[in-house]
Structures are given as structure tokens and as C-alpha cells.
């Protein structure tokens, strides 16, 4: 999905470049979700009442309630703009001097930039990039005010959302859509014999 981006310095002369981008990265999933987060709050419930701890029951349903909120919602479009003094995302504003780094990852299809702010508490923030032209643009404007890493440190909230992510099924549409794409594909034509007539 193509976002039209914007870069008219004449509305602002402080905004260096700004575009429009779904607030996280979102892919739309089907039945089977719901299925996989009830099994998993039964099982970790299950759990939880073996060994005694019934009130733990309570964080753990409100976490996965979350989850599926999530997987279910789709994000809202915003506005991020990068300006001479800093970065807006959201409607937040982050001045180049408390941040530190930032690096590139890949979320259900979009490229996203997480920017990390200076110790002790490093911040971590991100950016949507819809299309490949936004992400050089923003990367070279990025790279003049920040360090760019490679192969990043991630935290443990990363890696906690990408295990997630992986346990996720996949959709019963993208299945029943790469089944039928295959049985539209008709054998090929190849002349006759006798002929020399192709057949079909």
C-alpha cells in the first residue's frame, strides 16, 4: 500500500520533511486468531490454577485481551514529521539531543525505524515507513543527526513481539488465495504431434 507523503517546507519552514504513515505496522487476520489466543489464555490458566496462583489469572486475560485488540484493530494514519530541532511522531515531540541511535527492522511488511533515546531509560520509538522512497529519505535525513546501526541491540519487548508474532497462524484468506491463484494457472499449450496444431 502506496502513502502519498508530504514535503512542502513553504507550510513550515522548521519541517526539514514529513509523511503519512499507519501509527504501527498492522496485518489483517482472520478467524483463526481468535482461536489461537483463547487456547493459549486456557493453557496458561490452566497453568496458573495448577500451581495455585488464581490471581495472576487476572493479568494474563487482560494482557491477551490486549493482544487481540490489537491484531484486530486496525492503526489510525498520523503525521510524522522531521524538523531541525527534532522528530514529531504522533503528535510527540523528540529533540535530537536526547536521542542516541536508531536502526531498520521489517514488521509485517513495513520497514520501520526505531529511534532510541540516551541512558539510563532508552527510549525506544518508531516510525512506519509505508514505501521504500520515504525509507531513503528518512534514513538519510536520520543519519545526519544520529548513529545508524547495522545489527542493532534490541530489547526484551522486541524479541517479546516478534516471538508473538511468529506463534501467530497464518490466515485461512492468504491460504485459500494462494490456493486458488495455483488452480488458475492452465497447462500449458504445446503443439500436436500430427498436426503441429496446438492443442486447446
Not at 48 to 72: M, N, Q, R, S
Request: charged residues 20%.
Amino acid at each position: 500500500m502506496h502513502e502519498e507523503y508530504l514535503n512542502n517546507p513553504q507550510l513550515n519552514p522548521q519541517v526539514i520533511f514529513s509523511w503519512k504513515a499507519p501509527l504501527r505496522p498492522y496485518k489483517k487476520r482472520g478467524k483463526n486468531v481468535l482461536r489461537f489466543y483463547v487456547a493459549l489464555a486456557l493453557l496458561l490458566s490452566l497453568i496458573i490454577v495448577f500451581f495455585g496462583d488464581k490471581i495472576l489469572l487476572i493479568p494474563i486475560w487482560a494482557v491477551l485481551f490486549l493482544f487481540y485488540t490489537l491484531t484486530i484493530t486496525p492503526p489510525p494514519q498520523v503525521e510524522n514529521k522531521i524538523t531541525k530541532f527534532g522528530i514529531e511522531l504522533a503528535g510527540v515531540t523528540l529533540r535530537w539531543e536526547a536521542l542516541s541511535h536508531f536502526y531498520l527492522t521489517k514488521r509485517f511488511g513495513f520497514n520501520m525505524a526505531t529511534i532510541v533515546s540516551h541512558g539510563p531509560y532508552y527510549l525506544h520509538s518508531y516510525l512506519v515507513l509505508p514505501n521504500e522512497e520515504i525509507k531513503n529519505k528518512v534514513m538519510s535525513i536520520l543519519s545526519e543527526h544520529l548513529v545508524y546501526q547495522e545489527k542493532p541491540q534490541r530489547n526484551f519487548t522486541d524479541k517479546a513481539v516478534d516471538w508473538l508474532s511468529k506463534l501467530l497462524p497464518d490466515d485461512e484468506d492468504e491460504k485459500t488465495n494462494s490456493q486458488s491463484s495455483f488452480s488458475q494457472i492452465k497447462e500449458p499449450i504445446f503443439p500436436s504431434p500430427q498436426t503441429g496444431v496446438p492443442n486447446g
